[in-house]
T-cell receptor
C-alpha cells in the first residue's frame, strides 16, 4: 500500500522567512496530494491541494510543487507570519471516488514562526 | 450547514468498557471516514464508508466497528476499550462524486482509556 514520508518533523523559522516541507510517496498510482494545517487543539483544515496533472499550484503565500517522476511533493510558505505556526500534514490518495479517495498521511511537521 | 459534527468532545473510559463515538454530516457526502491521531504518528485511517450500507477497513481497524445506516451518520464503536486506544479521533467526509476528493474534518473526540 501507499506510504508517505514527511520531513522535517520540526521546523523553526524567523518571521518573514520562507518555510519548505517535503513529502515522498511510494505508490506511483497516487494522483491527489492535499496539505492540511492543524492548529493546537483544532481539526485539520485543507490549505492547498494538487493533482498529478499539475506541476505547481499557488495560493497567495502558499505554493505546492509536485515531481511525479521522483514521487515527491513540497509545500512552500513565503513571508511567514506567527499565525502560520501549526502542524502541517501532507497526504496522498489515488484520487476520485470510493476507496480511491482514502488519504494516507505523513506524520506531520511542526512549524514554529518566531516574531 | 453545521458541516461535520462529533460527540462527545472528551471521554474517559475504563479498560473493558464500550462506547460509541458519534459523527454526523449535513452536506450529503457519500464518503465518510474515521482517523485516529497519536503524537508523532500523523492521522491513521481506521474505517471508511463510500455510502450508506457500505463500510470497509482502513490501516488500523482492530478493536473498532462501524456501521452506515444513513448517509448522514457514521458511528465508531469500541467494544472493549484498551489503553492503546487512547487517542484523538477525527471523523471526515467528502463528496466522492466530485474531483479532488476534498475531505472535511470534524472537531475531534479526545478519548482516554484508563
Amino acid at each position: 500500500g501507499e506510504n508517505v514520508e514527511q520531513h522535517p518533523s520540526t521546523l523553526s523559522v524567523q518571521e518573514g522567512d520562507s518555510a519548505v516541507i517535503k513529502c515522498t510517496y511510494s505508490d506511483s498510482a497516487s494522483n491527489y496530494f492535499p496539505w492540511y494545517k492543524q492548529e493546537l487543539g483544532k481539526r485539520p483544515q485543507l490549505i492547498i491541494d494538487i493533482r498529478s496533472n499539475v506541476g505547481e499550484k499557488k495560493d497567495q503565500r502558499i505554493a505546492v510543487t509536485l515531481n511525479k517522476t521522483a514521487k515527491h511533493f513540497s509545500l512552500h510558505i513565503t513571508e511567514t507570519q506567527p499565525e502560520d505556526s501549526a502542524v502541517y500534514f501532507c497526504a496522498a490518495s489515488l484520487g476520485y471516488g470510493g476507496s480511491q479517495g482514502n488519504l494516507i498521511f505523513g506524520k506531520g511537521t511542526k512549524l514554529s514562526v518566531k516574531p | 450547514n453545521a458541516g461535520v459534527t462529533q460527540t462527545p468532545k472528551f471521554q474517559v473510559l475504563k479498560t473493558g468498557q464500550s462506547m460509541t463515538l458519534q459523527c454526523a454530516q449535513d452536506m450529503n457526502h457519500e464518503y465518510m471516514s474515521w482517523y485516529r491521531q497519536d503524537p508523532g504518528m500523523g492521522l491513521r485511517l481506521i474505517h471508511y464508508s463510500v455510502g450508506a450500507g457500505i463500510t470497509d477497513q482502513g490501516e488500523v481497524p482492530n478493536g473498532y466497528n462501524v456501521s452506515r445506516s444513513t448517509t448522514e451518520d457514521f458511528p465508531l464503536r469500541l467494544l472493549s476499550a484498551a489503553p492503546s486506544q487512547t487517542s484523538v479521533y477525527f471523523c471526515a467526509s467528502s463528496n466522492s462524486g466530485r474531483a479532488l476528493h476534498t475531505q472535511y474534518f470534524g472537531p475531534g473526540t479526545r478519548l482516554t482509556v484508563l
